[in-house]
């Protein structure tokens, strides 16, 4: 068996290098080949053409309807040389006549052994080291009426079977007609107008020539002067009579056939450069070369983008990267990893390290600033304090302290006791507010680690480092809290430059209670006022009498009032005291020194380790990495591939074959672009 399609070998060192080498790297990119359509009426000879095209004789022909389901063949560029069912995966075939005989039996099961046509396609592929990546498509023939066996609606179901594979942008028709038949009734013409009205994708092929009456010639339809002048014109060809293929004439001998027929006919001879099978095979190979030429520049801008996706992963793992022969090679590593896992926790608390802000997603440290600015102020609170619980240890604490006795002055002790009781109830929700802190820290910490993938030891071993020292910052800044809540505790400070004995807003009627004051006479003073009373704790008014029946103390009483008021008075100086240290306590404990751990320790820390037992890498980020280069790579060298290729002159060879083929002027000046930017990147 001889192949002839030589014709597309130009195409093969770029389209297939830049396919080969995606391919192997298992990249999601892939330069798709257009796929070329073979229609026509019944018996007009598109198998023999595409026959022809591939250069290898292995399809049904005869009488009748020979094609009736679509052929989709696959041409795929190999080293060895065989064909492949999709149905039959397993088999392999060599002999090309066994494959003819499969298509023929699998069109007799998918029809059912009717003579009925089918929509599901028989896929085949074909492996050699001759062809291009390509797919052509064989589709069954149009036909005029149906005969016997045949559904009543056979030419319709044809119709819209063609349909469906032609109307494809990317699809390029090879409308094919007899010449022994009217053109102006071409079935194939007839079709491809209705997809493709401008003819920008359908090429003329005139087929058994040699068939035509004696007297007439098809030389007007093939200098383009016909009835149905065609944009990309008409190729004739001359392909195998039935009796060629019944006395199994070989595809070269056909060939040469062709050639003479050409040569030698008066109407045909000045045009025998511009048609027959080899010349249709040129012609199809420019289309496909200005297909490449048109959506390179596509190509690449997908490549670019792609690139752009997968270069910091991969210059990530470049970096991380280490000669494992070399132990400081692995120490660099691991000291570089090391910082970066620094960086990223600094950066992710305190927004200004931060390279690349994010402007869509909250970092920790914005989180903390909300824990800061509106957790803490809410949970150290004591606004709403009073109560009628309140109210009523109020009460039972002043009778207590008086005991037995009649008290005339400020039960100052009961002031104490009530004051202290509400600070203590601060206690818990302070030390709280580092556990959200230290909550937040914690997940910055798992963060910062997970983009350690190499090395999953190395990760573990960080992860737990910094997370037991948080804990321990955390147990410290609650300690720390704590203390300081044992001195708010120690001593009230009524001499406080903030205390005010009804509410804490100074200049109120210059109602300061001072030592050495009469405080009895400013409080009763106060009182006749109505001036004791926070008119947004409404709790501080009058307490019901019915509520204070209820409790059956007497919460309404003067001493209440004026405990309540130095109460009142003294709890926002606390209050205020306690939500700043806290803050501050969490900022230096829980993420100043945490950092400052982190900085000076967590080397050393990792030194006490096995360091080739850190340094191990993850099977699953090995092989993640392996791919991500492999694609890097893979990439680099296609763009560099198609950065190589000479345009120009791919353009000029197409030309010189088939001089009624344009390309549109814009796809030039993208390419040009496209190739600058390719440029500049590989600069
Ligand atoms: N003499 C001569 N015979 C041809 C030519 N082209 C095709 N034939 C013959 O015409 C018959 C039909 O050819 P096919 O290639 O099977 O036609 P087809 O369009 O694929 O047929 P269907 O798929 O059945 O529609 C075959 O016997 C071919 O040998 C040609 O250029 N010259």
Request: hydrophobic share 35%.
């Amino acid at each position: 068996m001889t192949w002839n399609n030589a014709g597309m070998q130009s195409l093969i060192p770029v389209t297939n290098k830049v396919q080969d080498v995606l391919n192997k790297a298992g990249s999601s990119e892939s330069f798709e080949l257009p796929r070329i359509a073979v229609v026509g009426g019944q018996s007009s000879g598109k198998s023999s053409v595409l026959e022809s095209l591939v250069g290898r004789d292995f399809l049904p022909r005869g009488n009748g309807i020979v094609t009736r389901v679509p052929l989709i063949l696959k041409l795929i560029q190999d080293q060895t040389e065989f064909a492949r069912f999709q149905h039959k995966e397993d088999k392999i075939f060599t002999d090309f006549d066994q494959v003819r005989k499969e298509i023929d039996d699998e069109t007799m099961r998918i029809t059912n052994g009717s003579k009925n046509i089918s929509s599901t396609p028989i896929t085949l592929e074909v492996h050699s080291p001759h062809v291009l990546n390509l797919t052509l498509i064989d589709l069954p023939g149009i036909i005029k009426i149906a005969i016997e066996g045949q559904s009543e609606d056979i030419e319709e179901q044809i119709r819209d079977m063609i349909l469906n594979y032609i109307k494809d942008d990317s699809c390029l028709i090879l409308a094919v007609t007899p010449a022994n038949q009217d053109l102006a009734n071409s079935d194939a013409l007839k079709i491809a107008k209705e997809v493709d009205p401008e003819g920008n994708r359908t090429i003329g092929v005139l087929t058994k020539i040699d068939l035509m009456d004696k007297g007439t010639d098809a030389r007007d339809i093939l200098e383009n002067r016909g009835a149905c002048p065609l944009k990309r014109g008409y190729i004739g060809v001359v392909n195998r009579s039935q009796k060629d293929i019944n006395e199994k004439k070989n595809i070269k001998y056909c060939l040469d056939q062709e050639k003479k027929f050409f040569a030698q006919h008066p109407a045909y001879r000045h045009l025998t450069n511009k048609h027959g099978t080899p010349y249709l095979q040129q012609a199809l190979n420019q289309q496909l070369m200005e297909h490449i030429r048109d959506s390179l520049p596509k190509f690449r801008k997908s490549l670019l983008q792609r690139f752009a996706d997968v270069e910091p992963e991969a210059l990530k793992y470049l970096s991380q990267q280490f000669d494992d022969r070399g132990e400081s090679k692995m120490l660099t590593t691991r000291n570089k990893i090391v910082q970066q896992f620094i960086h990223d926790v600094e950066a992710a608390i305190d927004g200004s390290c931060s390279q690349i802000v994010s402007t869509k997603k909250l970092t920790r440290g914005a989180y903390i600033n909300r824990i800061f600015h509106k957790k803490i102020p809410a949970q150290i609170d004591l606004a709403n304090f009073l109560t009628p619980e309140m109210k009523r240890k109020i009460q039972i604490t002043i009778e207590n302290v008086h005991g037995v006795h009649v008290g005339h002055f400020i039960p100052d002790k009961a002031f104490r006791i009530i004051t202290k009781e509400l600070i203590e109830s601060l206690r818990f929700p302070a030390q709280n507010c580092v556990k959200l802190v230290a909550s937040e820290v914690s997940t910055t910490i798992k963060e910062a680690a997970a983009s350690i993938k190499t090395y999953p030891r190395l990760r573990n071993e960080i992860e737990k480092i910094a997370s037991t020292e948080l804990l321990e910052k955390e147990k410290y800044a609650k300690t720390q809290i704590s203390f300081m809540f044992d001195c708010e505790l120690s001593y009230m400070n009524t001499n406080h430059v903030d205390f005010n004995a009804h509410d804490g807003q100074n200049g109120r009627d210059g109602l300061m209670v001072r030592p050495n004051q009469d405080q009895n006479h400013l409080l009763r003073d106060a009182i006749e006022h109505d001036e004791l009373y926070d008119p947004e704790y409404p709790e501080t008014e009058r307490i019901d009498p019915l509520e204070a029946e209820e409790l059956e103390v007497n919460a309404d009483s003067l001493e209440a009032k004026k405990v309540l008021g130095l109460v009142n008075g003294y709890l926002p100086i606390v209050t205020k005291t306690i939500r700043d240290l806290v803050l501050k306590c969490i900022m230096l404990v829980v993420i100043d020194q945490l950092i400052g751990f982190l900085k000076a320790e967590l080397l050393v820390r990792l030194d006490r380790e096995d360091k080739s037992v850190l340094m191990e890498e993850s099977e699953l980020e090995v092989e993640l990495r392996e791919k991500t280069l492999r694609e890097y790579e893979a990439i680099t060298e296609a763009l560099e591939t198609i950065n190589k290729t000479n345009m120009v002159k791919l353009d000029m060879s197409a030309k010189s074959t088939f001089q009624t083929f344009e390309a549109p002027e814009t796809s030039r000046t993208e390419q040009n672009e496209s190739y600058r930017e390719t440029e500049e990147l590989f600069d």
